[in-house]
């Protein structure tokens, strides 16, 4: 596709419940990365994947919170047992993979989650 | 760590030109970037200045000093369009992902 895109873009639960996000990079990029944005504030780096693996997962706030890239193009992030703390806004990015922490991060317009 | 402190909010007139302040305090860092947000949209990439000076993209500039711990992003012949938050990041020296700022909220006014 042209862009990003991430599905669903609006996502209600009850706590405790799971969630699954998907995040469809731009096609070739190799390098993925999920963030949250509370309201106010800037995003927040969760995980950064560069293909199939996650090269770094040292945002992810605790054990409930997981994602995979399993053929290193679309990627899903889990949420088990969801808190009302959890509601948020779910970016996802994509970038070239090229040039590291230089590469430009192109993003989706997110996912709205609202736990209840 | 690092910190980027923002102004929370700006206002400016349609045609005027504005000036949004990155103030920074970080181990290191690849560049500069700022992305624009509006209301329930996507993060746009703006612009990005990995050494000192200005970069210019149409309306757009940017600004890094790293002497000062200082970067800008500056507006010109603001339109309505422009009314958005805008942030600045970093990519800490090492990391991949990009570390945003507090944004800053523009108005623009006719």
């Known amino acids: 596709g042209a862009g990003v895109s991430q599905t669903p873009s609006n996502k209600v639960t009850e706590k405790g419940k799971y969630v699954e996000l998907r995040c469809d990079p731009i096609?070739?990029?190799?390098?993925l990365y999920w963030y949250r944005q509370s309201l106010g504030q800037g995003p927040e780096f969760l995980i950064y994947?560069?293909?199939?693996?996650?090269?770094?997962d040292s945002g992810l706030p605790n054990d409930r919170f997981f994602a995979v890239r399993p053929e290193g193009s679309v990627s899903t992030l889990k949420i088990q047992r969801t808190e009302r703390g959890d509601s948020a806004v779910y970016l996802c990015?994509?970038?070239?993979?090229?040039?590291?922490?230089?590469?430009?991060?192109?993003f989706g317009p997110g996912t709205r989650l609202t736990v209840l | 760590g690092q910190s980027l402190e923002q102004p929370s909010e700006v206002t400016a007139v349609e045609g005027a030109i504005v000036q949004i302040n990155c103030t920074y305090q970080?181990?290191?860092?690849?560049?500069l970037s700022w992305y624009q947000q509006h209301d329930g949209g996507a993060p746009t990439f703006l612009s990005y200045?990995?050494?000192?000076g200005l970069e210019e993209t149409g309306r757009f500039s940017s600004f890094l000093s790293r002497s000062d711990s200082y970067g800008y992003l500056l507006l010109q012949e603001l339109q309505m369009k422009d009314s958005a938050s805008y942030f600045c990041?970093?990519?800490?020296?090492?990391?991949?992902?990009?570390?945003f700022g507090t944004g800053t909220r523009l108005t623009v006014i006719p």
């Open positions: 970080t181990s290191g860092f690849y560049g």
């Open positions: 200045n990995a050494l000192d």
């Open positions: 990041a970093v990519s800490p020296t090492g990391a991949n992902n990009l570390f």
């Open positions: 990015a994509s970038s070239s993979g090229t040039s590291g922490g230089s590469d430009t991060q192109y």
């Open positions: 096609s070739g990029h190799t390098a």
């Open positions: 994947f560069q293909g199939t693996g996650a090269a770094d």
